[in-house]
């Protein structure tokens, strides 16, 4: 909290330590839901192939100018309660007060407003904004806040996992835990030995791309904030991975997995019955791509593969075209010069798959709204 010295008109409180809020979209006097039509709707989602019922809730409470859509999207995913149980949400205004007021009271809690009055400006305000669509909070927080569930945010977790069992366990536990809170994790596996390297043991290691199936199954299992949605997670390795191949491969292979079971009569579907035997269906892939990749790209000059333990040069290839065409996957994050740090020179492991937000940190968190931009005009 910063102090901030407030010049408020006559007949106000004197300068205090706080927050100094101004009414934009509403009126002293008058709470937001007030002069709104509210009407009750009944939202109900069947299967699309069998016309099977698969969620129901009846009466729910909307202003008359929300869509359909809208409507169904919050009813489905952030009221709060089981279906049919008393304490189950049935209205907007629930869900909009569980988040609003409980934000409200923290801040009045740890001194961020200068008087009542502010704190009821920020009430309202927000009350305003969010019932009118001007902007929305990311998922985590209609899951979370106001709830006994632990108040968790962010929309996504920047991870990292070292070349350990110890570190790689800990990533399963982790995206785990993130995805049950309702938000979404990524990580840059590049730390990881290659299939190709040997282990103090003797043996051969087993490499980022098996590691990534017991974290892919996890995050289809995990339902994000125990909502009926599925996990949100990102992977990303480096170009000079010596199983940069496999990895993008992967998907390739899965997908031609699936159209040959869908010929053969499987539910292949998203969320089909039968889906969950193929694997790499729960994560965005994603190559990172350096400069001296795209400078070897332009000149026509080889690019070597590197063993994560020694650093030697295992082989000299790179394609990612083929995969790239058929399913839009892996994607390229290009990591530049200019997002290198000086101290370390690691550079940014990941990126999220969110073009409007800037690279992040591993062991970093981002926390997203979405604004309304026509009505921002």
Same mark, same amino acid.
């Given at each position: 909290? =910063?102090? !901030? ?5 006559? %007949? ?5 330590? %706080? ?15 007030? %002069? ?10 069947? +299967? ?6 698969? #969620? ?47 934000? !409200? ?13 502010? @704190? ?14 001007? #902007? ?17 945010? =962010? ?10 069992? /110890? =570190? ?6 982790? /995206? ?17 030995? =290659? ?25 289809? !299992? ?8 599925? @996990? ?22 899965? /997908? ?28 965005? +892939? ?11 790209? /332009?000149?026509?000059?080889?690019? %070597?593969?590197?063993?994560? @333990? ?10 990612? +075209? ?15 010069? #200019? ?39």
């Amino acid at each position: 909290m =910063s102090d !901030t010295v407030i010049n408020r008109p006559s %007949g106000k409180a004197k300068s205090e330590k %706080g927050l100094s809020m101004e009414r934009i979209y509403t009126t002293a006097g008058q709470h937001p839901y007030e %002069g709104v039509n509210w009407e009750r709707r009944d939202v109900v989602q069947t +299967n699309w192939k069998s016309g099977e019922v698969v #969620f129901e809730q009846r009466g729910v409470e909307y202003p008359d100018f929300w869509s359909v859509n809208a409507s169904t999207i919050v009813t489905t995913k952030y009221f709060r309660g089981a279906v049919g149980a008393e304490n189950r949400e049935h209205s907007l205004k629930q869900v909009i007060d569980r988040v609003v007021l409980t934000y !409200t009271k923290a801040g009045k809690e740890h001194g961020y407003f200068a008087t009542p009055e502010d @704190a009821e400006i920020f009430e309202h305000e927000l009350t305003y904004m969010l019932l009118h669509q001007v #902007f929305s909070f990311n998922s985590p927080v209609w899951f979370n806040v106001g709830t006994s569930a632990p108040q968790q945010v =962010s929309a996504c977790f920047i991870l990292s996992v070292d070349d350990t069992m /110890e =570190s790689i366990l800990n990533w399963y536990r982790e /995206e785990g835990m993130i995805f049950k809170g309702g938000s979404g994790a990524g990580l840059n596996l590049s730390r990881i030995r =290659s299939s190709k390297e040997l282990l103090k043991s003797g043996g051969t290691a087993s490499g980022p791309v098996s590691f990534m199936r017991g974290a892919d199954s996890s995050a289809g !299992t995990i339902k994000s904030g125990g909502a009926t949605r599925r @996990a949100a997670k990102m992977v990303v390795l480096d170009i000079d991975h010596p199983d940069i191949e496999e990895f993008i491969e992967t998907k390739v292979r899965e /997908e031609d997995k699936i159209r040959a079971l869908r010929d053969a009569g499987f539910d292949m579907d998203l969320g089909g019955k039968d889906i969950i035997s193929v694997q790499y269906q729960n994560a965005n +892939n994603s190559v990172r791509v350096n400069d001296e990749f795209m400078r070897a790209y /332009e000149s026509g000059a080889k690019f %070597g593969l590197t063993a994560r @333990a020694t650093g030697e040069v295992m082989k000299r290839l790179i394609l990612v +075209n083929y995969s790239a065409r058929w399913q839009r996957l892996p994607g390229l994050a290009q990591i530049l010069e #200019f997002n290198m740090t000086p101290q370390s020179m690691i550079g940014i492991p990941a990126l999220r798959p969110v073009a409007s937000m800037p690279p992040i940190l591993a062991r970093n968190i981002c926390h997203l709204i979405t604004p309304h931009a026509t009505l921002l005009l």
